[in-house]
């Protein structure tokens, strides 16, 4: 078996004769979280459809665990629980029933205590009677969450998991995403919220217009690619800055009040202290400095224009 629980390789797709996907290389190692951001129709949702086998790609390889999504369909799909953007349920149903049944379809046996500790797990089990038409959206989402998981399997998507939930139904499932991953359950969400990429992923994939741009460890993303920024509040504003000091590519803000310095943090000569010295000698005080390093938000934004 290979280190990879799942691996997608060279993997594209087209619709009415437009590539949606394009040579998309991707692995995902058991345990992990990974999150894929980008623009919507950037081809998150197909990509997820492709390895779910909701979608058969056009070309390339997907395997799961080792199964060839084509050729053993059944083996690799066992594997995957799913939870799909759009919200569709037996209205009707009980909540209880919906998840029993979507156990069932699975060839799994009756496990009354694993699906009460799942409703419970996800604040279901006192609804366990209500039909699934009285239940809030948020409430609704989490049935889908608990059908994903009602037969145990070893990977689960979200796709958009959080869209048009309020703040602190989404804070509570990134707290649930959590409990599931220490359990050992692998997990890749998709997401256009930056901070919930920035909140919950080990890796992040960016996504644009059907390619994925790159796939890298959250950290050291942010540390590659990151730059800190050091904002000086003069002491008298300034009308313009100096010819002498554009080696620097300052930045004055428009009451000429501050000055925003731009450096990467991971050389080994910054250029601050010469550029303090170079502000004293030509009169230029500063009363206060702050440093702030770039979001995931900035990081992801410059990449996504730099591939336009």
């Known amino acids: 078996m290979s280190d990879a629980l799942i691996r997608l390789s060279g993997v594209g797709v087209e619709f009415n004769a437009k590539a949606v996907l394009q040579d998309v290389q991707l692995t995902v190692k058991p345990g992990e979280i990974v999150t894929l951001i980008g623009p919507n129709g950037a081809g998150k949702t197909t990509l997820i459809s492709i390895v779910c086998g909701i979608v058969n790609p056009g070309g390339g390889k997907v395997s799961v665990d080792g199964h060839d999504i084509l050729a053993d369909y059944r083996l690799a799909r066992a594997k995957i629980g799913l939870v799909p953007q759009e919200l569709f349920n037996d209205a009707f149903e009980s909540v ?21 500790k799942l409703l419970r797990d996800l604040s279901l089990w006192e609804k366990r009677d209500a039909r699934i038409f009285e239940l809030s959206g948020g409430m609704k989402r989490r049935v889908m969450i608990a059908k994903a998981l009602s037969h145990e399997p070893d990977i689960l998507f979200l796709d958009e998991p959080t869209a048009g939930v309020d703040v602190e139904l989404r804070r509570d499932m990134w707290e649930m995403v959590r409990g599931l991953r220490e359990r050992g359950v692998t997990i890749i969400l998709t997401t256009h919220y930056i901070e919930e990429a920035e909140e919950m992923a080990d890796r992040i994939g960016v996504i644009s217009k059907g390619e994925i741009i790159l796939v890298e460890d959250k950290v050291a993303l942010m540390d ?14 300034l ?3 100096p010819p002498a000091l554009d080696a620097y590519a300052l930045e004055l803000s428009a009451d000429g009040s501050e000055l925003v310095y731009t450096f990467d943090a991971q050389r080994q000569h910054t250029g601050i202290a010469e550029l303090l010295r170079h502000l004293g000698e030509h009169g ?13 938000e900035d990081i992801f934004v410059n990449l996504v224009r730099g591939r336009a």
């Open 239 to 241: 009308e313009s800055i």
């Open 96 to 116: 209880w029933a919906t998840v029993k049944f979507s156990r069932g379809l699975f060839g799994k046996g009756p496990n009354p205590a694993y699906l009460e």
């Open 284 to 296: 230029i005080d500063f009363k206060d400095l702050q440093s702030s390093q770039s979001s995931l």
């Open 224 to 237: 590659k690619l990151g730059k800190k920024q050091l904002k000086l509040i003069l002491q008298r504003p």
